[in-house]
């Protein structure tokens, strides 16, 4: 058995959802360590600080496929069953094919509402944090900062588009086929 057969995603959402996620958690574990070296300083600058720490720290997950090693460990067959259905279903995703098999097609079923919610709640979510983090660096000054939270936000906007239209298309083929 591999090692990724024993452990459950962190997350089960669709993207960009659980980069949004480990971004926001990534921002606020380092906002305390922002705070304490901006003593002296902006408690705004010291939360533009975290921020980027937070959008580039929230990378690293994915990067080292991390929300799949640092996952919990399945210990019920429903649990192991979920998680080879949310498998299934992101193979499916990415080849645009719904599966052949009845099993397949139940677990992508079951599923494709996980996707429809990641894409939808992070773009609504990035949106509010990155939006509010590039007004942010914008008063405080930090123009390049801003511009680097513009571009991460259209990349999860778009990210979530694409997730939403080929959600849209397997939901379709589900349903016809």
């Given at each position: 058995?591999?090692?990724?057969?024993?452990?459950?995603?962190?997350?089960?959402?669709?993207?960009?959802?659980?980069?949004?996620?480990?971004?926001?958690?990534?921002?606020?574990?380092?906002?305390?360590?922002?705070?304490?070296?901006?003593?002296?300083?902006?408690?705004?600058?010291?939360?533009?600080?975290?921020?980027?720490?937070?959008?580039?720290?929230?990378?690293?997950?994915?990067?080292?496929?991390?929300?799949?090693?640092?996952?919990?460990?399945?210990?019920?067959?429903?649990?192991?069953?979920?998680?080879?259905g949310w498998r299934v279903?992101?193979?499916?995703?990415?080849?645009?094919?719904?599966?052949?098999?009845?099993?397949?097609?139940?677990?992508?079923?079951?599923?494709?509402?996980?996707?429809?919610?990641?894409?939808?709640?992070?773009?609504?979510?990035?949106?509010?944090?990155?939006?509010?983090?590039?007004?942010?660096?914008?008063?405080?000054?930090?123009?390049?900062?801003?511009?680097?939270?513009?571009?991460?936000?259209?990349?999860?906007?778009?990210?979530?588009?694409?997730?939403?239209?080929?959600?849209?298309?397997?939901?379709?083929?589900?349903?016809?086929?």
């Open positions: 058995m591999a090692a990724n057969d024993r452990l459950a995603p962190l997350v089960r959402l669709g993207q960009p959802g659980p980069y949004v996620i480990f971004m926001i958690i990534a921002a606020l574990l380092w906002l305390p360590l922002r705070l304490w070296d901006e003593r002296d300083g902006s408690a705004l600058v010291a939360v533009v600080r975290a921020g980027l720490g937070g959008v580039v720290w929230g990378v690293f997950p994915f990067a080292m496929n991390l929300g799949v090693r640092m996952g919990r460990k399945r210990r019920t067959a429903a649990e192991q069953e979920r998680a080879a279903t992101e193979v499916a995703l990415r080849s645009g094919e719904p599966p052949a098999d009845e099993a397949g097609r139940a677990a992508v079923t079951d599923d494709l509402a996980a996707v429809r919610r990641g894409a939808l709640g992070g773009a609504a979510v990035g949106t509010l944090f990155l939006g509010a983090l590039a007004a942010l660096a914008v008063a405080v000054g930090w123009t390049a900062s801003a511009i680097g939270f513009g571009v991460v936000l259209v990349v999860v906007l778009a990210v979530a588009v694409r997730t939403a239209r080929r959600e849209r298309r397997l939901r379709a083929a589900v349903l016809t086929g």
